[in-house]
């Protein structure tokens, strides 16, 4: 180094990553030996994990759990697992790769840590992380794809609770995807140079991952794909129909939730809400497609063929759409449009508003005393009017409850119409505006009471329950 470069000063670099509490490691145990000393539930479960992963186990316990015992009589693939009757001996540590005691006596933790750290092996003792080498936190298991989380053994129970939650946004289908990641991942790298086209290609197959499980034949459709000999067909997208509930996030099914964190575009209606778009996978782009009674809306035949030309287009589409997909919704005709185009369509169910509803009062729709049966009816007819169509007379029925969605117009005219059929005018009525949302109302009447409303102007979602269930007190 010259005099001028001993000078120069030092190029300074932003630190990459904060400090790192434990780092984490994942070690391939086939066929190597791991000990386990100890009689405890924690011994059997280590003992368990170990043989799992493909370790040969030797456990040494001189009285053992009841669980290690049943471990040990249903068999532990793909590794083994030896059970030893007796105490632990340096000797038995000889070739380990792993050393685990379950114990409390300092004097035999001092010698077991010394006797595997002869014998070259990492040494963790039950619930004393300060004088392990390794800690063994929660796990996610979708193998080959595996989450391991650390608290650095100071709470063993958000652990838990961390690994629950990612639990819910990891499909088990993401175990298919890995495992045939491994299988075509020769023949990728054969076909791709490295750069920005097997980039592309590992990036949509990741997104891929967070869908469906893998199909027949799909090895070699990706092969294809990404030799540029797919047809185009092959390199269709799909559409998902999701309900997206009433619009409290937490009311989403997982799968609804990882059908949005899948989504390349989210076609969604516009009672979804916001919180529940905040969902979707970051880079989805969002369209809303609402259509509201009396407003400027879009036609279905315009939604058809969006999601027609998208899903040809290779996207993943979510169609999400507020409450349950199903429940006066135009989904059937969505769904035959797209199965005429030969577009795979799937349906994610929601919790409908007439559900919520009675959530939100503690109301039983069915109470043995008050309801021998459940009606979901649609407050207008394709014209916007009251529908002459619908069975009247059984849905004046007194013990019959009543769920009435997109009713606020006709809600005078229908309330009217049931009394006339025989329906006491003192029957409880409910009215819910935006449930399921953070300012959700509920507003109790009668049924004659809406017959002189008439009508009830609102801009948020409503809901109307009309049936004993109803009374104040709920039932």
């Given at each position: 180094?010259?005099?001028?470069?001993?000078?120069?000063?030092?190029?300074?670099?932003?630190?990459?990553?904060?400090?790192?509490?434990?780092?984490?490691?994942?070690?391939?145990?086939?066929?190597?030996?791991?000990?386990?000393?100890?009689?405890?539930?924690?011994?059997?479960?280590?003992?368990?994990?170990?043989?799992?992963?493909?370790?040969d186990v030797a456990v040494f316990a001189e009285t053992p759990d009841a669980e290690l015992l049943a471990i040990i009589e249903r068999g532990t693939p793909p590794g083994r697992l030896t059970l030893n009757r007796r105490a632990w001996t340096a000797a038995d540590l000889d070739g380990a790769a792993l050393a685990v005691l379950d114990a409390d006596d300092a004097t035999e933790i001092e010698?077991?840590?010394?006797?595997?750290?002869?014998?070259?092996?990492?040494?963790?003792?039950?619930?004393?992380?300060?004088?392990?080498?390794?800690?063994?936190?929660?796990?996610?298991?979708?193998?080959?794809?595996?989450v391991g989380i650390s608290t650095d053994g100071a709470a063993p129970v958000m652990g838990q609770?961390?690994?629950?939650?990612?639990?819910?946004?990891?499909?088990?289908?993401?175990?298919?995807?890995?495992?045939?990641?491994?299988?075509?991942?020769?023949?990728?790298?054969?076909?791709?140079?490295?750069?920005?086209a097997r980039r592309i290609f590992w990036e949509r197959f990741a997104e891929r991952a967070f869908?469906?499980?893998?199909?027949?034949?799909?090895?070699?459709?990706?092969?294809?794909?990404?030799?540029?000999?797919?047809?185009?067909?092959?390199?269709?997208?799909?559409?998902?129909?999701v309900g997206a509930g009433p619009g409290e996030p937490e009311l989403l099914t997982l799968k609804a939730v990882r059908a949005l964190q899948s989504a390349d575009v989210v076609?969604?209606?516009?009672?979804?809400?916001?919180?529940?778009?905040?969902?979707?996978?970051?880079?989805?782009?969002?369209?809303?497609?609402?259509?509201?009674?009396?407003?400027?809306?879009?036609?279905?035949?315009?939604?058809?063929?969006?999601?027609?030309?998208?899903?040809?287009?290779?996207?993943?589409?979510?169609?999400?759409?507020?409450?349950?997909?199903?429940?006066?919704?135009?989904?059937?005709?969505?769904?035959?449009?797209?199965?005429?185009?030969?577009i795979p369509v799937e349906v994610v169910p929601g919790i409908s508003a007439g559900i919520a509803l009675a959530a939100a009062l503690g109301a039983s729709l069915t109470h043995r005393d008050a309801a021998h049966s459940l009606r979901f009816v649609t407050g207008h007819a394709k014209s916007g009017e009251l529908d002459d169509g619908l069975d009247w007379r059984g849905l004046a029925d007194p013990d019959t409850t009543l769920v009435v969605y997109m009713g606020g117009r006709t809600a005078g005219r229908l309330a009217g119409r049931l009394i006339a059929e025989g329906l006491p005018a003192e029957t409880p009525v409910v009215f819910g505006f935006g449930v399921g949302q953070p300012g959700q109302r509920i507003e109790r009447h009668r049924l004659a009471d809406l017959v002189a409303l008439g009508s009830v102007p609102t801009a948020e979602p409503l809901v109307i329950g009309i049936g004993k269930v109803f009374a104040a007190g709920g039932r």
């Open positions: 180094m010259t005099e001028r470069d001993a000078r120069a000063p030092l190029r300074t670099f932003p630190a990459r990553m904060q400090p790192l509490a434990r780092l984490p490691l994942f070690i391939d145990l086939s066929g190597r030996r791991v000990v386990v000393a100890g009689a405890s539930e924690a011994v059997a479960w280590k003992a368990e994990l170990f043989s799992a992963a493909g370790g010698a077991f840590r010394a006797a595997g750290h002869t014998a070259g092996a990492l040494v963790n003792i039950v619930d004393k992380p300060d004088v392990c080498d390794v800690l063994f936190g929660s796990i996610v298991n979708r193998s080959p794809v595996v609770a961390i690994r629950r939650r990612i639990e819910t946004l990891l499909p088990p289908a993401i175990s298919a995807w890995g495992a045939l990641a491994v299988r075509i991942r020769d023949a990728i790298t054969a076909r791709l140079a490295p750069g920005a869908g469906p499980a893998p199909g027949d034949g799909e090895a070699e459709r990706l092969i294809a794909e990404a030799t540029g000999e797919g047809s185009a067909a092959e390199a269709a997208g799909r559409v998902i129909l076609l969604y209606d516009d009672l979804v809400s916001a919180d529940v778009l905040e969902l979707a996978r970051r880079e989805a782009r969002r369209v809303v497609v609402g259509k509201r009674g009396g407003r400027a809306s879009c036609r279905q035949e315009d939604i058809n063929e969006l999601m027609v030309e998208l899903a040809r287009a290779g996207e993943r589409v979510v169609r999400l759409k507020a409450g349950d997909p199903m429940v006066f919704g135009r989904a059937g005709e969505e769904i035959d449009r797209l199965r005429a185009e030969g």
